[in-house]
């Protein structure tokens, strides 16, 4: 946008956020929505593989506030940051500590591993330096609080794809 218009932009790269508000009804991303939305209808969370992949998990309220300052902080201009959580979580960790939000032990049924990173998080030392945010929200007390609120929410069928076109290599999940 700079070069072509004389725009400034910002770029960011959040990841795995999660938080109030989130639709817990699709069963093909995010999978703190996932493994709620199973909480919610009895059935055991699904985990691809061993579960000892790892992800950081971001809360929103870590995400959105650096979003919506950017454009009065000139030092970001141009620039791309990445966003997020400095703490990785296998997903069997994070399987308890939402079964825990829930008041629940986790019951979980593992699946097929997937031919995806297996371990996924990244450095946000240049955001911290131009950003300076405070604490993250800690995963466990922003689980908690998305539990909560989804609780307080009408149960929502999952979402169906009906139409995928491309079917190989597609998760088992997916699929039914």
């Given at each position: 946008a700079r070069h072509m218009f004389g725009l400034n932009s910002v770029i960011f790269r959040p990841h795995n956020v999660y938080g109030e508000r989130q639709n817990t009804s699709d069963r093909y991303r995010n999978v703190i929505g996932?493994?709620?939305?199973?909480?919610?209808?009895?059935r055991p969370m699904s985990v691809f593989g061993d579960g000892l992949q790892t992800r950081a998990f971001s809360h929103?309220?870590?995400v959105a506030p650096l979003i919506a300052k950017a454009p009065l902080i000139p030092a970001a201009y141009n620039q791309t940051?990445?966003?997020?959580?400095?703490?990785?979580?296998?997903?069997?960790?994070?399987?308890?500590?939402?079964?825990?939000?829930?008041?629940?032990?986790?019951?979980?049924?593992?699946?097929?591993?997937?031919?995806?990173?297996?371990?996924?998080?990244?450095?946000?030392?240049?955001?911290r330096e131009v950003f300076e945010p405070g604490p993250c929200v800690e995963l466990r007390d922003g689980i908690r609080r998305m539990a909560e609120w989804t609780r307080r929410q009408p149960?929502?069928?999952?979402?169906?794809?009906?139409?995928?076109e491309v079917t190989k290599n597609l998760p088992p999940s997916w699929q039914s």
């Open positions: 996932i493994f709620m939305q199973q909480m919610l209808t009895g929103v309220d870590d940051f990445n966003v997020g959580a400095d703490t990785p979580h296998s997903v069997l960790d994070l399987a308890h500590v939402v079964a825990e939000a829930f008041g629940g032990e986790p019951r979980v049924e593992h699946l097929p591993p997937r031919k995806e990173v297996v371990h996924a998080f990244s450095d946000h030392t240049k955001m149960l929502l069928p999952p979402t169906r794809f009906d139409n995928i």
